[in-house]
T-cell receptor, first 114, second 113 residues
C-alpha cells in the first residue's frame, strides 16, 4: 500500500512559488515526512523533513497540517533548475531494518516554465 | 566534500560478463546504500551497509553481490545479469543507517545485452 499520494505532474511559472502537495492520511505519530527531488540524470537530493511543525531551510518550506494527514512543499521562487521529480516520503523515526529506510513513491514531476 | 562518486557513469555488458560498479564517499559516513532505478520509476532499495557490514538485503538475486571494503568504498559486483537488470544503479551514503539525510551519487546507467 502506498503511504503517500502525490499528483503525477505540475507546472509552475518561473519566479513564482511552487506548491507541491502530498497526502499521507495513514501517517502514524512517530513518522516523519521527508522530501527529496531528482533532477534528470542525477541522483535524488534531500530537500527537507519534518514531524509536526512547519520547517524552512535554504531550499524550501514544509507545511504540515495540524492533523498531519497532508503536507505541502513550497519552493518560494521557482527557477528552471527546479524542474525535477519531487518525492514525498513517510519514514518512521523509531524502527529497524527495511521499515526504517527510504521508500520512494511515484513522485510529482514539476516543470518550471519560462 | 559532500559528493558521492560513482564509476563508471555508463556500462554495457553481456549476459556472461562479470563487471563491478564502484562508489566512493569521503564524508565520514558509516552507512552506504545501493538503489536500483528503472526508467520512469522511483528508486528501489537493494542493499544497506552499516559500519561496513551488510545490514539489509532486499531479497536481491545473487547475481548482484555487494562489497564494502572500507568505510569509504562500496562495490556492486555483477555476474550473469539479465536484460531486465538494465537500469540506473544509484549509490548513497549517510552518517548512519538511521540518519534521515542521504547523499546520492549520479548513478551508473547499466545496459545488459
Amino acid at each position: 500500500d502506498a503511504k503517500t499520494t502525490q499528483p503525477t505532474s505540475m507546472d509552475c511559472a518561473e519566479g513564482r512559488a511552487a506548491n507541491l502537495p502530498c497526502n499521507h492520511s495513514t501517517i502514524s505519530g512517530n513518522e516523519y515526512v521527508y522530501w527529496y527531488r531528482q533532477i534528470h540524470s542525477q541522483g535524488p537530493q534531500y530537500i527537507i523533513h519534518g514531524l509536526k511543525n512547519n520547517e524552512t531551510n535554504e531550499m524550501a518550506s514544509l507545511i504540515i497540517t495540524e492533523d498531519r494527514k497532508s503536507s505541502t512543499l513550497i519552493l518560494p521562487h521557482a527557477t528552471l533548475r527546479d524542474t525535477a521529480v519531487y518525492y514525498c516520503i513517510v519514514r518512521p523515526q523509531f524502527s529497524s531494518g527495511s521499515a526504517r529506510q527510504l521508500t520512494f513513491g511515484s513522485g510529482t514531476q514539476l516543470t518550471v516554465l519560462p | 566534500d559532500t559528493e558521492v562518486t560513482q564509476t563508471p557513469k555508463h556500462l554495457v555488458m553481456g549476459m556472461t560478463n562479470k563487471k563491478s560498479l564502484k562508489c566512493e564517499q569521503h564524508m565520514g559516513h558509516r552507512a552506504m546504500y545501493w538503489y536500483k532505478q528503472k526508467a520512469k520509476k522511483p528508486p528501489e532499495l537493494m542493499f544497506v551497509y552499516s559500519y561496513e557490514k551488510l545490514s539489509i538485503n532486499e531479497s536481491v538475486p545473487s547475481r548482484f553481490s555487494p562489497e564494502c571494503p572500507n568505510s569509504s568504498l562500496l562495490n556492486l559486483h555483477l555476474h550473469a545479469l539479465q536484460p531486465e537488470d538494465s537500469a540506473l544503479y544509484l549509490c548513497a551514503s549517510s552518517r548512519a543507517a538511521t540518519n534521515e539525510k542521504l547523499f546520492f551519487g549520479s548513478g551508473t546507467q547499466l545496459s545488459v545485452l
